[in-house]
């Protein structure tokens, strides 16, 4: 029902607007709901309902009866008459009024102020004689009955609101003048005429009433159920339990109405006057106590069904498909139960009101369309699951519809003769409607997978994008649909019934371009099988009629391609099968031709495979042809391998015999062992294990033994092949005073050994003995080996000692010597020596004794010795190598410094250079102490015995001969420098005065002059000498090479450096001075040519200080402003 187009929904609009105060929004959502439209559909529709109740809790609600719960103000909009509401007389039809909720008394005292007044105040007047009259005739009983019908109405107002039908009573059963008591007493009046007027009047008002009774009691019993179905509306069974609930109340009420004590003098009156209205009274009671029964019964057994309804709708709707059956058993039992209810009229609507409660359960609103875009698989799933819950219900109809056929035939029951269309008849289109739904899902989810479809191939990119276009405009018609507002599931929507036809439309086109598309794309597939992959991603579409036609050329060109493989697959038996047994290196002969003819029936199968999986595209005709080609082959490969297995067993069992024979080891050159013939009984084995493979294959007796212990001959061949290479390994390998140390255990096991070798694969025990003396040569093998692994760990750690170098240029500074790190290293690895020396011990179990193991150690001793040896004479070499003229590195560095005492090395040339390098010596030689003596049979450690050795001697001559040579030359550069000896040597206060005295320094062999101070020109003299010495020291190198020795000269002139610099400030101090002095003189007399105590000018002195490079203090250059 649409609110826009419906008259009277207008009306209802603002009716309710103007009482309840809503806003618009509050109506629309109100009108949204299916059921507030199924409640209005029902008040304009059917006439049974009277009264139509709207009230605001807290939104908008809607009943046809009185809301009891409530407590805001109720609307009310009452029928003036038993008629159907349209548009053109809702204006005249209904009535509207305001009731405060929580009570009804409200609504009656403002529709009952007429009736109360007409009781109280106005009939008594107007059945007053003196106040009426002087009224006209006629006029007092007019208004009279006026009054009464004004009463009557608000009492069947309020009737009406409790879902009642009210009786209403003749007001001359209260009127004193019109009728006394029944036998006319005369006390009232006398005259006979007016009392026999006055019965005739009470008569006519009570055959009046009776003729309303029937009429009211007929109309109430004529009610049905099926009003609502007849109207085309779509009831709930809610409604039909309400139906018959209300029925029984009202019924039960008019029964209290007619046996209340006016009732009874209404009959009573017209019993007394034999009227012809008692029979219709008789037949009121007659009527009603039979729909009391009926209403009862019904009642009662629709209990049941409530309750299983009730609990349905408590479910889950997974649940739902499950308790289908339960909801019809309990209307089967109700049919069969009821008195008055089996009838198919009755049955037909309740099963429809059910029809449409699973209708409405499964209704899913506008938001179902955009599952198409967001999950179509999942809103399929419940699509889906909507539809075999409805066809689950229509089954159950027809169960319960034979259960009851039975019953009929055995005179238990009735049957349900009824078409099931009337039943199903809603159900029906909405189930139809589901299923346009569903397919419109299941189409979109189909070919939903164009979206990974890749096609392969040369031109793949090409069919790919032309498909990847063709899905990306079905997004669009997809994205269209999903945008529909509408309610899909409401069969009633034409217009997303027009958006269905379109849609199907545009999927014909998208098949039309898809099949397009993949013909092109089989047309460029070389091979049956590419074409069969093909037709298999696309495998999802195939089955649309459209698809299936325009391929069918093409799926014949295929079902000729997989012929032709066939054929190729047989012409490759005939010309490859006497070459079968090459095909394979890595297996036996026999199992080759066997794998080859394998591979031509798996070949053949998947041929099979493939066209098995498109069968279902091709004719019966058609897959006969492809069944009986591979039905021929696979015959003809199954005798090809029997022929080949037959004969691979018969030679299996020969060459098992032979190897049977075989002894299990065999002695070689040397003292080393073999297992003889272990190529044939490696491949005998391994063709054991190819045959156990194939379970129907019967091997021969001899082969038959061997496989039965194949498992234990494997694990014996296995242990003696390990055992063997273990036994081999101890002889092959090792040091020659190592084999005296295992010579007793070899001759046990050569004992055992010549055991095992007198027996053969068919002897007995052959698995114990192999695994006993496999297990002692594996320990021995094992011991020999950890004792072998120490000994290579010990030689690692010698080599290492030889290889290592003692002495590094990065270990040479003033106060290092040979590398402590070595010297740590050597000590731990010689105390790793000397255990492990002591495991081997342990291993061998040589003890201390034994001589053979005093060689043993001896060995290990000497390699030891040599190693240091090495060491030490490499780390010498590193010594003579480095102090070479010929090396062009620098090996030691030594600093010129100047001291109190004048220039001196540090270290010192002499002595520091000689104890320094000796030190290196000492730690060289030290190293060789460090490990502990291996060998007991020689006294002291390495070192005394390599302090003799004369190749380390000259070694240590050569390096003290390129020391001295080097000291020389140290010397010769520091008396170089000692030229400069006069400035740290001399006094300079002494020389200072002296230059004051003499303007000069007096020769040594000068012992008296004439005095001449000194002249500007001649302070000017001696600071420009120390600068030139300065300038000579800047240009000074900071080191010097003297070979392999470096000498660091930085400190030297930088201390000599600062003696120059002392020596000039000695110098511009003493000019300062007199500057000074001058200022002091020229403030005191205001003279300013006047001259220094010495003589000095002002200004030139000032020149000469400026030339030196010296700035004026502040308190001179203050002085000088000034």
């Known amino acids: 029902m649409e609110g826009s187009r419906d008259e009277r929904i207008e009306v209802i609009l603002r009716l309710t607007l103007s009482s309840l105060g809503l806003q618009m929004e509050v109506w629309r959502d109100f009108l949204s709901e299916e059921e507030n439209q199924v409640t209005l559909s029902s008040f304009f529709s059917i006439a049974d309902y009277s009264n139509l109740f709207l009230c605001r809790d807290p939104g908008l609600c809607i009943s046809l009866t009185f809301p009891s719960q409530t407590s805001s103000k109720v609307l009310v909009l009452s029928r003036s008459s038993r008629a159907v509401i349209s548009a053109e007389n809702i204006r005249d039809m209904l009535i509207m009024q305001e009731v405060q909720g929580g009570g009804r008394r409200e609504l009656h005292q403002r529709r009952l102020p007429g009736g109360v007044s007409s009781l109280k105040v106005t009939c008594p007047l107007l059945s007053n004689p003196d106040p009426s009259g002087g009224w006209a005739a006629g006029v007092a009983e007019e208004a009279l009955r006026f009054m009464e019908r004004q009463k009557n109405e608000a009492l069947v107002m309020e009737a009406q609101i409790h879902g009642r039908t009210f009786l209403p009573q003749p007001h001359a059963l209260h009127d004193n003048r019109l009728h006394g008591d029944v036998d006319h007493d005369g006390d009232l009046h006398d005259d006979v005429d007016e009392r026999k007027l006055s019965d005739l009047k009470l008569l006519h008002a009570c055959d009046w009433m009776i003729i309303e009774w029937a009429e009211l009691v007929s109309e109430f019993l004529q009610q049905d159920s099926s009003q609502a179905v007849l109207d085309g509306l779509k009831p709930l069974p809610c409604e039909e339990f309400n139906f018959w609930r209300n029925r029984l109340k009202n019924l039960l009420h008019i029964q209290q109405q007619l046996s209340s004590s006016r009732a009874q003098q209404v009959a009573s009156i017209v019993q007394q006057a034999d009227s012809v209205y008692l029979s219709t009274l008789r037949d009121i009671h007659t009527d009603l106590q039979q729909g009391l029964r009926e209403a009862q019964d019904v009642t009662e057994n629709l209990e049941r069904v409530q309750q299983k309804l009730a609990e349905l709708q408590l479910m889950e709707f997974q649940q739902l498909e499950a308790n289908m059956a339960a909801v019809m058993e309990e209307v089967q039992l109700l049919w069969v139960r009821s008195e008055f209810y089996c009838k198919p009229c009755r049955v037909v609507v309740l099963l429809q009101e059910v029809c449409n409660l699973a209708g409405t359960s499964c209704r899913g609103g506008g938001e179902l369309l955009k599952g198409l875009l967001s999950g179509p698989d999942k809103v399929l799933q419940d699509v889906s699951l909507v539809v075999r819950t409805l066809q689950t219900l229509r089954e159950t109809f027809i169960q319960s519809k034979r259960r009851l056929q039975d019953m009929k035939q055995e005179g238990a029951a009735q049957s349900w003769d009824f078409p099931s269309h009337l039943v199903f008849l809603h159900l029906d289109n909405f189930l139809l409607h589901l299923q346009n739904i569903q397919e419109v899902f299941r189409v979109s989810l189909q070919l939903r997978q164009l979206e990974e479809a890749v096609v392969s191939g040369a031109g793949g990119r090409k069919w790919t994008e032309e498909v990847q276009e063709v899905y990306q405009d079905f997004l669009l018609h997809v994205t269209s649909l999903s945008e529909c507002s509408c309610d899909p599931t409401d069969p009633e929507q034409q217009g997303f019934r027009l958006l269905l036809d379109q849609f199907q439309l545009q999927v014909e086109q998208v098949e039309q371009r898809l099949v397009s598309v993949l013909c092109r794309a089989l047309q460029d597939c070389s091979e049956p099988a590419s074409s069969a992959k093909l037709l298999q991603m696309f495998s999802f579409m195939l089955h649309r009629p459209v698809i299936q036609e325009q391929l069918r050329p093409h799926l014949l060109h295929l079902l000729q391609g997989f012929l032709l493989e066939l054929d190729t697959i047989e012409q490759l038996f005939y010309t490859q099968r006497e070459k079968a047994h090459t095909f394979s290196c890595y297996t036996p002969p026999p199992a080759a031709a066997l794998c080859w003819s394998r591979q031509l029936r798996l070949r053949a199968e998947h041929t099979l495979h493939l066209y098995t999986s498109l069968k279902h595209l091709y004719r019966s005709a058609e897959c006969e042809q492809v069944e009986q080609r591979v039905q021929q082959l696979l015959v003809l490969l199954q005798d090809f391998r029997a022929r080949r297995l037959s004969d691979w067993i018969r030679d299996l069992d020969s060459d098992c015999g032979d190897v049977m024979q075989q002894p299990l080891i065999q002695q070689l050159q040397q003292g080393m062992l073999g297992v003889p013939c272990s190529h044939k009984l490696e491949a005998v084995l391994r063709q054991l294990r190819c045959v156990s493979r194939d379970p129907d294959v019967e091997l021969r007796p001899l082969a038959a033994h061997l496989f039965s212990c194949k498992d234990d001959i494997t694990q014996s061949y296995l242990s003696l092949g390990h055992m063997v290479s273990c036994y081999n390994q101890v002889l092959q390998d090792g040091l020659q005073v190592e084999r005296p140390l295992i010579q007793d255990q070899l001759q046990d096991l050569d004992q055992d050994l010549a055991d095992l070798q007198s027996r053969t694969w068919s002897s007995t025990g052959v698995h114990q003995l192999v695994q006993q003396l496999s297990q002692r040569i594996l320990k021995f093998h094992s011991t020999v080996s950890e004792a072998r692994a120490n000994m290579d760990a010990m030689t690692r750690i010698i080599q290492g000692w030889a290889e290592l170098h003692l ?316």
């Open 807 to 1122: 002495l590094h240029s990065g270990d040479f500074l003033p106060e290092g010597g040979a590398s402590g790190r070595s010297h740590r290293c050597i000590t731990e690895e010689g105390q790793e020596l000397l255990r492990l020396t002591q495991v081997n011990c342990s291993l061998y179990a040589a003890g201390h004794g034994p001589p053979t193991w005093s060689s043993y150690l001896e060995h290990i001793d000497d390699r030891v010795q040599d190693a240091l040896l090495n060491m030490m004479h490499t780390a010498l070499t590193f010594l003579c190598d480095s102090m070479s003229p010929k090396s062009c590195s620098v090996f030691l560095t030594v600093s010129l410094q100047l001291q109190e005492t004048g220039s001196v090395f540090e270290p010192s040339v002499g002595g520091g250079l000689s104890d320094l390098l000796q030190s290196f010596i000492n730690d060289v030689y030290s190293a060789a102490s460090l490990p502990p003596r291996i060998s007991d049979g020689h006294h002291g450690n390495y070192q005394v015995c390599l302090q003799q050795e004369p190749r380390l001697s000259a070694l240590e001559q050569e390096v003290m001969r390129l020391l001295q040579k080097v000291k020389e030359e140290a010397e010769l550069l520091q008396v170089k420098m000692d030229r400069y000896s006069y400035l740290w040597q001399s006094d300079r206060r002494a020389v200072m005065q002296e230059f004051l005295t003499y303007s000069r320094q007096l020769g040594p062999e000068e012992l008296e002059a004439p005095e001449a101070p000194p002249t500007l020109k001649d302070f000017q003299r001696e600071l420009q000498a120390l600068s030139s010495l300065q300038v000579e020291l800047s240009h000074l190198d900071e080191q010097r090479l003297l070979g392999w020795l470096k000498v660091e000269l930085r400190p030297f002139r930088d201390s000599l450096l600062s003696i120059i610099q002392e020596w000039s400030d000695m110098y511009t101090q003493h000019l300062l001075s007199s500057v000074s002095t001058s200022l002091q003189q020229v403030t005191q007399h205001a003279d300013e040519d006047s001259s220094s105590s010495s003589g000095f000018p002002v200004t030139e002195t000032l020149l000469l200080l400026e030339a030196t490079g010296v700035q004026l203090p502040e308190h001179l250059s203050a002085q000088l402003q000034v």
